[in-house]
């Protein structure tokens, strides 16, 4: 019914920049919080950044100052501006809503199928 597709991840060296975007598609209603997380090897996955539908953000303290989120809420996308990119960046990045689709009324938590971010020299 949903589809979040993620695009954009790579490999980077230190200081250096990335743009992920991810798309939602289907039968959607209407799209609240959109947010990025990450997961390294043997770690938990974490929140990166989330921004909600009226626009307000919200950042992980490790990348406050270096990432931007944003959104187009008319092509149902969500974006995820890193600059400065640090070893430590590197991770799966998943792009996660809740969506309300058309067929229920229930908002339920989505999920895109992760994309690599390496950041090496």
């Known amino acids: 019914q949903v589809q979040l597709v993620e695009s954009g991840g790579g490999l980077v060296q230190p200081g250096g920049s990335l743009r992920l975007s991810c798309a939602a598609s289907?039968?959607?209603?209407?799209?609240?919080?959109m947010g990025w997380y990450r997961q390294a090897p043997g770690k938990q996955r974490e929140l990166v950044a989330d921004i909600r539908s009226n626009g307000r953000t919200n950042y992980a303290d490790s990348v406050k100052g270096r990432f931007t989120i944003s959104r187009d809420n008319a092509k149902n996308t969500v974006y995820l501006q890193m600059n400065s990119l640090k070893f430590e960046d590197t991770a799966v990045y998943y792009c996660?809503?809740?969506?309300?689709?058309?067929?229920?009324?229930?908002?339920?938590?989505?999920w895109g199928q992760g994309t690599q971010v390496t950041v090496s020299s």
């Open positions: 996660n809503a809740a969506i309300r689709t058309i067929t229920h009324p229930s908002v339920n938590n989505y």
């Open positions: 289907g039968s959607i209603f209407s799209i609240y919080t």
